[in-house]
Nanobody, 128 residues
Framework: QVQLVESGGGLAQAGGSLRLSCVAS????????MGWFRQAPGKEREFVTA????????YYGDSVKGRFTISRDSAKNTVFLQMNSLKPEDTAVYYC?????????????????????WGQGTQVTVSS
């Protein structure tokens, strides 16, 4: 079992930046990938970004490409999400998720059902 704890959410102005962190504890040795998803009120959960834990390869949703950056600190079992050029439409609860099964196709990293463990979420609100 893995516990995931997100932090760093809050209020930002449009054009501003926020940095989210997610610390994993427990069975972290089985991590194959970490991902960030978000869910706005009344909307479905949306893929934001993911990182292959071994190779460091990153995948991004079209709506955040070029603005958001995912990174990891393997020694600290922590994944980061740097969010720049924030827009009001980025407002959502952001969730960190862990995947344990090795995947070979990028579509798998974008699929919420492939992640076994989830954090409680952190609210990000961007004002215009």
């Amino acid at each position: 079992q893995v516990q995931l704890v997100e932090s760093g959410g809050g209020l930002a102005q449009a054009g501003g930046s926020l940095r989210l962190s997610c610390v994993a504890s427990g069975r972290t040795f089985s991590t194959s990938a970490m991902g960030w998803f978000r869910q706005a009120p009344g909307k479905e959960r949306e893929f934001v970004t993911a990182i292959n834990w071994r190779s460091g390869s990153a995948y991004y949703g079209d709506s955040v490409k070029g603005r958001f950056t995912i990174s990891r600190d393997s020694a600290k079992n922590t994944v980061f999400l740097q969010m720049n050029s924030l827009k009001p439409e980025d407002t959502a609860v952001y969730y960190c998720a862990q995947m344990t099964k090795v995947q070979y196709y990028s579509i798998m990293f974008r699929t919420a059902a492939k992640y076994e463990s989830w954090g409680q979420g952190t609210q990000v609100t961007v004002s215009s």
